[in-house]
């Protein structure tokens, strides 16, 4: 399957826990998107990647969230402290234009 | 404030009927994507519109660019229930210089067998 693949698909942690989520996204796509979707919402912008490089961060985003993309490949998510309202399904998608992108299956997230 | 408003929010329908939903913004878009998700996966692309007035069809999904490319619609024919799904429109955010893509809160379909 050559698709975007994301890691775990499940996540149940405790308050106050860290996490780290992974998404490998198709492999000639330089662009990677991570995005926050709750219940019968629309996915929400998180970060952009163009290769290695971050370009554009939300203000949704406290100082509990990092993303990273070494080498322009996988990227990662990690959330710091988590907290109740962290609980959500992560999104990651990757393109190689502005105008498409592919969406792998996401990281549910359950906070406790 | 949402820049892309899609309506209905929540749609219920008869197997067989017509359908259209719509996404609408006050923001010229250089161009608008429509995604179908089902529950617990991720949205996947239906189709990407360009130009203005532009008009592609999928099998029973006709897509609509308006002329100004303020707004887009999904039309459906003769609705299935394997159409039953959140369906998302997306854009590259007109104020943003990073090519932010940003999403509507989409219109939930249920087809009724």
């Known amino acids: 399957d050559t698709g975007v693949s994301q890691n775990p698909r499940h996540k149940i942690t405790k308050r106050g826990q860290n996490v780290t989520f992974r998404c490998d996204p198709i492999?000639?796509?330089?662009?990677l998107y991570w995005y926050r979707q709750t219940l019968g919402q629309g996915p929400e912008f998180l970060t952009y990647?163009?290769?290695?490089?971050?370009?554009?961060k939300s203000r949704l985003l406290s100082d509990r969230f990092s993303a990273e993309r070494p080498k322009g490949s996988f990227s990662t998510l990690e959330i710091q402290r988590t907290e109740q309202g962290d609980s959500a399904m992560y999104l990651c998608?990757?393109?190689?234009?502005?105008?498409?992108?592919?969406f792998g299956p996401g990281t549910r997230l359950t906070v406790t | 404030t949402q820049l892309l408003e899609q309506s209905p929010q929540f749609l219920s329908i008869q197997e067989g009927e017509n359908l259209t939903v719509y996404c609408n913004s006050s923001?010229?878009?250089?161009?608008l994507q429509w995604y179908r998700q089902e529950p617990g996966e991720g949205p996947v692309l239906l189709v990407t519109?360009?130009?203005?007035?532009e008009v592609k069809k999928l099998k029973r999904l006709t897509f609509q660019f308006g002329d100004a490319r303020k707004d887009s619609s999904l039309h459906i024919t003769a609705a299935q229930p394997g159409d039953t799904g959140l369906y998302l429109c997306?854009?590259?955010?007109?104020?943003?210089?990073?090519?932010?893509?940003?999403f509507g809160k989409g219109t939930r379909l249920h087809i009724l067998p």
């Open positions: 998608a990757s393109s190689r234009s502005r105008d498409e992108q592919y």
């Open positions: 990647f163009q290769n290695e490089a971050q370009l554009e």
């Open positions: 519109v360009v130009t203005g007035g």
């Open positions: 492999s000639e796509h330089n662009r």
């Open positions: 923001s010229v878009f250089s161009s």
């Open positions: 997306a854009g590259v955010d007109p104020m943003n210089r990073d090519d932010k893509i940003i």
